[in-house]
């Protein structure tokens, strides 16, 4: 099965990432990669790699971009992946032990989220769609994230990936403001009715960072993990206190 798929990653300045993630995929043939016009040693990192083939485009949205990546793809299969995103051993076993013949078009992949290389008891990143057909598949964008649609039959693998960002806390904190602003577009113009009971407490600003430090902490297990755990769980409580800020904000300069 390996040998049918792609990779597909979008890069953006991701130098402090990319090797440990292509170090996973030595077992494809080709890996296709987007990258946004990175300044960094990116692509440096990238053209080391001979299987790499990049193309390079303005970001303007993570579905474009991957539509863009879909465009550049010959094989049967695509395996979906951020610049940070390690795969298991586990994983690549699984997936190579799936049939040619299978008549699922498109798998769902679990995560274990990393503090510094250390992968915590639970987290809030859902399961992703990330293995597909090629044919059956297109991306739209969802808030500040993406989802890949595609038609037919889907299932669950039991290996995870590993989501293992080692960027700055600065470009962190940078690129949660982004998304914030995006999410606070999101839940303001969406009709409640349409929105998961999640957004919905996630609009009601003050409860949210509460319930996820709980959440976090107790319900994860992520007191058990040291200061890794609550390094995770401030990170997440301070995405939410900047979600609340902008939603308050946006709510008072509205006519």
């Known amino acids: 099965m390996l040998e049918e798929i792609t990779p597909l990653i979008l890069t953006y300045n991701e130098a402090p990432n990319i090797a440990r993630t292509l170090k996973k995929l030595d077992w494809a043939n080709t890996i ?9 040693a990116t692509l440096d990192i990238l053209s ?5 083939q990049i193309f390079s485009r303005k970001f303007d949205s993570f579905a474009s971009q991957c539509n863009y990546g879909l465009t550049k793809i010959t ?18 076993a699984e997936i ?7 008549d699922v078009n498109s798998y769902s992949i679990r995560f274990k989220y990393c503090v510094f290389g250390k992968p915590l008891r639970g987290t809030l990143l859902p399961p992703r769609k990330a293995l597909y057909k090629k044919e059956q598949a297109v991306y739209q964008d969802d808030g500040h994230a993406h ?8 299932t669950m693998l ?3 990936i590993h989501h293992d960002d080692r960027k700055s806390l600065s470009r962190w904190l940078a690129a949660q403001d982004r998304y914030m602003i995006i999410e606070t577009e999101k839940l303001l113009t969406t009709p409640t009715h349409e929105l ?5 407490i996630r609009k009601q600003k003050i409860v949210a960072p509460l319930i996820i430090l709980f959440y976090c902490l107790i319900l994860k297990g992520g007191i058990l993990d040291g200061w890794q755990g609550w390094y995770y769980a401030f990170q997440r409580v301070l995405a939410e206190m900047l979600l609340a800020t902008r939603l ?3 709510e008072k300069l509205s006519p």
């Not at 998961?196 to 919905?200: I, P």
């Open 196 to 200: 998961s009971w999640g957004d919905r």
């Open 75 to 92: 094989s049967s299969w695509v395996l979906s992946l951020d610049a940070d995103y390690i795969l298991t051993d586990e994983l690549i």
């Open 48 to 52: 080391s790699y001979p299987q790499v």
């Open 248 to 250: 308050i904000e946006t």
């Open 158 to 160: 039991s290996g995870y």
């Open 147 to 154: 989802r890949v649609v595609v038609e037919g039959k889907s």
């Open 96 to 102: 190579q032990a799936i049939p040619a013949n299978s």
């Open 32 to 40: 296709v990669v987007i990258d946004s016009y990175s300044n960094d």
